[in-house]
């Protein structure tokens, strides 16, 4: 990594001038001189620090519907931005180039670039928002933080692009600052969290609840990888948990599967798994269901939960038109659940 280490957040001081991290589901307990899991944060003579501030390793403007969040802004622009790391080891991973490389030593290295000027960058290309995406936002939190807070004094929304793996005190210290998130919801069992992503399945769970009760819009992507987490069983547990915990207000997207790092070689979801998945989904309550990465289908359109009409109507990340009278149906005038303004 290139930054200067930069005093962390979110930690407290142990015995024996360890330090115990409180970002993440993790908790590191770490030794002086040792790394977290992430190995972006370091104890540093019982201090925490992180070693990714200064290290933006991508800066683009996207459609907001790639993060993807597809009730949010439709049709906006969002400057987006990532530092090095993951607290993550997902063998399936497509940004592993840039989220692994503090993990591996494969130095790709970012550079400096002060918060003001990523949200002047943002203002200069008319975004309505910045999006800390790529890597893993909870992994650079202390520069998500920065800039979030300059970007909503700057009349800008923002949002995080995550894994889901931040402490309620994450969320609560970041929600001033944040109005969407778009959460992978990797799979509904411990067991693979663990075998896969080296991770947990509650701390997930907990995060995604925690947004919602703080307020934050979210949405949530499932990655669905043939053999992984494709079953009937499993994708009805998620999604009974996304309409029952969450709300069945709740955007899920479902995503096909392209190999990719470790999983190369494994094929693409077929495309009856991803329409069972979006009938499982329906079935559980869920009124707005997605499938991605799929050219050509009509899933990605919204429609009306009360007369199935056409809402917002997408190809793609791009939006063809925006059919709704202040955030409702013009139609039949229910309400279409979302941050249109």
Known sequence: MSGQPHEAMLWEPAENSKVQCRLCGHECLIAPGKLGVCCARRNDSGRLVALNYDDVIAVHVDPIEKKPLFHFLPGSRSLSFAAEGCNFQCAFCQNWQISQTPRTGEGLT??????????????????????CTYTEPTIFFELAYDVCKLAKENGLKTCFVSNGYMTPQAVRTIRPYLDA?????????????????????????????????????????????????????????????????????????????????????????????????EKIGRQAGLLYVYCGNVP??????????????????????????????????????????????
């Open 110 to 131: 970012g550079q400096a670039v002060p918060p003001r000027e990523l949200v002047q960058a943002a203002k200069d290309h008319r975004c309505a928002s910045i999006s």
């Open 181 to 277: 998130a778009n959460v992978d919801l990797k799979a509904f069992s411990d067991q693979t969290y663990r075998s896969v992503m080296k991770a947990r399945l509650a701390p997930v769970l907990a995060c995604l609840e925690c947004l919602i009760a703080q307020g934050v819009w979210v949405e949530i992507t499932t990655l669905i990888v043939p053999g992984m987490n494709d079953s009937p069983d499993e994708l009805r547990q998620a999604a009974e948990f996304i309409a029952r915990k969450l709300g069945p207000h709740v955007p899920w997207h479902l995503s096909r599967f392209h190999g990719d790092y470790q999983m190369a070689d494994t094929p693409p979801t077929p495309i009856a798994t991803l329409s069972m998945a």
């Open 296 to 341: 050509g289908r009509t899933d990605e359109r919204t429609y009306c939960p009360g007369c199935h009409g056409v809402v917002v109507d997408r190809a793609g990340f791009s939006v063809r038109k925006v059919n709704l009278d202040k955030g409702a149906c013009p139609s039949c005038g229910q309400k279409i659940h979302g941050v249109w303004e």
